[in-house]
């Protein structure tokens, strides 16, 4: 599990086993399995975890308060499961919440355990759910908060009635308790991580087993969509998802698209599929759906160049999404069956990433131009997310009971894959806020050139990674804020109008808390910055109308035509030309940064 909290901090979280790095804690010393990860010194910071986080889930909060939730029960030495504290010294994390606020300091560390927190600083209140939650679910409302669905209560490969907790609960916890959601046992028995988004709507987009919902939490009320095709995409079939960037020009209107996973249909039950399901090819299909529309559908995308299941989307700045890890065989999790090497349920690795395009025409939206493949098995429980200047992290993969160096061995490095824009100048300005509201007056830009090919193609987008596991980024999103530009010949400046965060529906599709700030000139980024999304604090965030931008306007020199200038009637957004003209996918090149000493979670099956 991996999550970017501060510009030069990554947090990444194992499950507890033998990891060879040691920390002394609460319960004395044993292996580590949390760090901080420093991304310009390349050094580790240990942490204190101390209950179980194997396969749980997180989000941010709009205060910024990072949540992770659930787990699973004490194990020992080759995961076999305990009551005691034993050779880990590893409590329960079934029903667990650790909460942190990143800093670029160092000081950041997990407040856990059953103690009860100021609510009124926005960190919540009794860290304990109401109940056990393995392969949990979590998505940020609109005001902040947090919703946590489903899970199971002790592990497996899939889950069972006799373990399923269909339920869901908010953090900071209200006084509903656990909610029941008889989607999720209708859905039985690939209900594990279901996939979520908030709508415009407030509604909850939820893709479980092969169903497709839309839920209102407030009213109870769930309205069924159209079945998934060709593959299942939740765990363990564990297709790459995401939300395509929310645009001026697509209104902000939400599309999902699903990649891979897998069209078997024998899941066996919480010990294992009960067949080599390593010897079924992972599926290669993709489809999209927009769930705001009066009669959404399924609608078939370009299949993938290869099938792949647990291969996960990282969304770029330049609107492209970076697809990496997985296998093309099998399915996620593990057990002692001896299917493959070593005790994965997923082989013949896929080592080389590809691109996916969503605005490029169908047909020609995949491709893998420049890149090369990693020497890395990047299998169960690797990682990837993205980083301020536009690199991509990865790291992990272990689909093992217990930290091993056999094969399929247990990937304590990092790699950092650089994207095509690291071979141009990347844009510079002035004047980024420190915070976005919802509506209200538009700001002001500085750009470092009058050049009108390089303004015209310039767009600021917003992106938060998200809490990366399991080829899940929960809460990653990418928007474009409307722009307009003022380019004077006079004073040899450029002046990029931009809008605040959209007012109408913003806290929805967008939720409050912290993303990155992007410049973006004919798809090159410049470096990235943190920006707070929203007030900053838990509650209902305030919106309002957005301030009509200014036309787009070039003031020339006296001695120029004015009848070269664009017209002075346009307004909002303008027309980014993303990619165009000399400006092609050169590729990435990939660097293995440092070795940390920890292994990612592999799946216990009990």
Known sequence: MMFYGSKSKVYIIDKAENNPTQITGKYGTHPAWAVEYDINTQQVRTMDVYSNTFCACGAVMGNGTWAVFGGNQPVTTGGVATNQ???YADMTGGTAIRLITPSDDGTSEYVQGEVTLDITKDTGGYLQMTGKRWYPTVETL?????????????????NTAGQDNPTYEFFPPNDQGAVHLQLLSDTLPINLYPLVWLMPSGQLFIQSGTKTYLYDYNSKQTTNLPDMPYAARVYPGSAATAMLPLTPENNYDPTIIFCGGSNTTQWGNDGGPGYNVTAVPADASCVRISPNQPNPQYENDDWMLEGRSMGQFVILPDDTFFHVNGVAMGTAGYGDNKYSIGESFGQDPVYIPTIYDPNAPAGSRWNRTGLTPSPNERM??????????????????????DFTNNQWRSRTDVERWYPWYYDY?????????????????????????????????????????GFNTHAIAFGQRSLHLKTSYTIDRNTNTTTLHVSQMPGTNGPNLFQPGPALFFVVQNGVPSDGDFVMIGTGSLGTQPTAANQELPATTVIPLPSEETSAAPSAGSTGSIDSHKNSGAIGL???????????????APVLLL
């Open 380 to 401: 169960y429980h690797s990682t990837a997310l993205l980083l301020h200047d536009g690199s991509v992290l990865i790291s992990g993969s272990n689909p093992n009971a």
């Open 142 to 158: 609109a005001d902040g908060t947090l919703i946590v669905i489903g899970g199971d209560k002790n592990g497996g490969y899939v």
């Open 586 to 600: 050169a590729g990435f090149a990939p660097a293995v940064l440092v070795t940390l000493g920890l292994a990612v």
């Open 85 to 87: 504290l034993a050779a």
């Open 425 to 465: 100048v990347r844009p510079t300005y002035t004047g980024r806020p420190e915070s976005l509201s919802y509506g209200g007056n538009y700001f002001n830009l500085t750009l470092d050139t009058t050049d009108e090919t390089a303004v015209n193609g310039t767009k600021v987008v917003v992106i938060r990674p």
